[in-house]
């Protein structure tokens, strides 16, 4: 089974081929976030050093949110179109989730931040168990002293990624002993990550029609938040 993930739902733009028996290719374009004209060029160049064609995908994988809502919105057109065209399904995953699979040996607690402006962070909280993801908090928009409250009762090794890191470091280090900043190379959203869930889901049957996924957004826009 082939899988084909895009993840552009922050300034990181992926895309990943997975199948049972590996990945087969990966591209990762972390500079500025111009998704809508370095996307198709990704997959294609993708897809031809993979030896493969759109029509050799057989589930379409998108993460689907929360993030840059423009971001969100290019990834699931271009999801969505693929899978209308070839009537092929679609398997969601939440951004936070797909951030925690990238350190699948973590032992404690995995925490992804997302910087969603205000002294809020996109957040949840993750540990594996048995190889397994596991949630511990579901996926939400908090002030970031909330976190710490919750963190702080958990008495665990916490380990922290994700594009939020650089804004919220030093409070976490300073009232989380047990906290743990992830080093950089491992701190991006990376579609591979994601694309072990997408291929995991999509064995066990786990997918979706194009229609039934949409962005996940937790919260409205500042616009729409002070619409009149």
């Known amino acids: ?35 809508s004209e370095k996307l198709m060029i990704a997959i294609d160049h993708l897809l031809s050093d993979g030896g493969l064609s759109i029509a050799d995908i057989d589930v379409f994988g998108i993460v689907s949110g929360p993030g840059s809502f423009t971001g969100l919105r290019i990834g699931m057109a271009t999801v969505k179109g693929f899978a209308q065209a070839l009537n092929k399904p679609v398997v969601g995953v939440s951004t936070l989730e797909a951030l925690a699979m990238n350190i699948p040996f973590a032992k404690g607690l995995i925490c992804p931040l997302l910087d969603a402006q205000r002294n809020q962070t996109y957040t949840g909280v993750f540990h594996f168990e048995d190889d397994q993801l596991v949630r511990d908090m579901a996926d939400a928009v908090i002030e970031i002293d909330d976190l710490i409250a919750f963190l702080k009762a958990r008495n665990e090794t916490i380990y922290f990624l994700g594009d939020g890191l650089p804004r919220f470091s030093q409070i ?57």
């Open 172 to 228: 976490l280090q300073e009232a989380l002993p047990t906290a743990r900043l992830v080093p950089n190379y491992l701190n991006m959203n990376r579609a591979s990550s994601a694309g072990a869930l997408v291929l995991e889901r999509a064995l066990k049957g786990e997918t979706s029609h194009y229609l039934e996924v949409e962005p996940f957004y937790i919260r409205p826009s500042y616009a729409e938040e002070h619409k009149k």
């Open 1 to 35: 089974m082939n899988t084909l993930t895009i993840d552009t739902s922050t300034i990181v733009a992926s895309v990943a081929i997975l199948n049972e028996e590996k990945l087969v290719g990966e591209m990762i374009i972390n500079h500025q976030k111009k998704h």
